[in-house]
């Protein structure tokens, strides 16, 4: 390992960039003496790019950038991006409040090559705490250029993880990974023409993904005889909650309010709220219905080779002893069961937050809570043992804690400020102390700390016994595949 002369630490060390810790970097950019470094181990910035399909939107408004909802003023805003590119004109012309999914890709991508902090190709391999006198330390990191298998150390004060999360593969696809024919919708883009000479394809999955990929095969296999299937667990092709109010959920307000709810309802409330994170849009399921539509005009509805049926699990899925695949269907209100046979299958199966293996050497100090997930403060700080005094903080890994608005792109720059203020000690950024009309609670109503009523729990095998007191975290007493709605 190269050994440079000592460099003083940085303020705060950033692994991963994503949008949230390159909203973090563009946030922190302008603030005189703060010294931050942000690491990503890909050699450049790629937002979803097996998702970039033609025609596909994003689900938050332009002003879900990296800084505008926080300082619209701050130079890495979208505006200035598109003044930049001399785009202005007719982005105003175009009036779109929805952006390309392609064009927010190459804004970030525009910011993430010009930010200084931001350094590409260089993948924190590890991850220390280093104590010092007087219970104050660093954290040391372990540094390895992609390119040239050059090793470096640097230290930080405080680090924040941004590493994303990754793509789901269910239990009941465990025999199909790593075949050809199956894949997750994360490497859509770039496994489709592997999807060549199937003559019938299943998507599987309910959200946004599924929608948008079953959509582009319906644009692709127009009147080639190609059947394509779309399964979901849910129930119905339910659109995402769009209303001005159920918007609210997205706010710094209804955050703080999820975050004080004792934890087993807080899992059941993730759940039972999949309709505002996890559906597709109502645009997407209206152009799916405007195709069938048109591709029927003149025949039966049931000529076209299309198959969608909602309420229905996968419960085994296998190679087929003749080729193909073999899914083990059964469908949740009848009850009854299926063996359907098909070529390929694309899984829109969502993502989960996963620990990055450069934290296992600051495991043993984490305060994990009891299903092995970090315990988060409203600073969005984990909970640390008392011998790590530096601030370990996370984007997008506490669903958990601080509710549906997580992985939203809306609340990103929110998250950010937030983090910012609490790593600087001081102001940086003025928040706003009410964002929402909506008052999610009662007047004064306090979360009551005790028993859980049963009701409320999640359906999990890890739900407390009817004795189990629920009571607050210590840092309770001291808010980001898909990305983005």
Known sequence: MDTPAPQPPYDLLGVGIGPFNLSLAALADPVPGLRTLFCDQRP??????????????????????????????????????????????PF?????????????????????????????????????????????????????DTATGRRTEVHARNLALGVGTRPVLPEAFTALDGHPHAFHSADYLDRRDDLAGARDITVIGSGQSGAEVFLDLLRRHEGDGVRLRWLTRTRALAPMEYSKLGLEHFTPDYTRYFHSLPEPVRDALVSAQWQLHKAASAETLAEIHDHLYERTIGAPIDTAPVEITPGTAVTEARPGPCGGLELRCRHADSGSERLLRTDAVVLATGYRAARPAALEPLARLIDWDRDGRYRVDLDHRVATRPELTGGLYVQNAELHTHGVGTPDLGLGAHRAAVILNAVTGRT?????????????????????VGRTPAAERPPTEHAPTESTPVVPRPQELTRAATAGR
């Not at 790629?46 to 332009?62: E, K």
């Open 44 to 89: 450049e910035f790629r937002w979803h790019p097996g998702m970039l399909v033609d025609g596909a939107r994003m689900q938050v408004p332009f002003l879900a950038d990296l800084v505008s909802l926080v300082d619209p003023t701050n130079p890495w805003s979208f505006l200035n991006y598109l003044r930049e590119q001399d785009r202005l004109f």
């Open 92 to 144: 105003y012309f175009a009036e779109r409040f929805h952006l390309p999914r392609r064009e927010y890709d190459h804004y970030c991508r525009w910011a993430a090559e010009r930010l200084d902090s931001c350094r590409f190709g260089t993948e924190v391999t590890a991850l220390h705490w280093v104590a010092g006198p007087g219970g104050g330390g660093l954290f040391r990191a372990e540094l390895t």
């Open 428 to 448: 940086v950024q003025r928040l706003p102390t009410r964002t929402a009309w909506t008052g999610f609670a009662p007047p004064g109503a306090v979360p009551v």
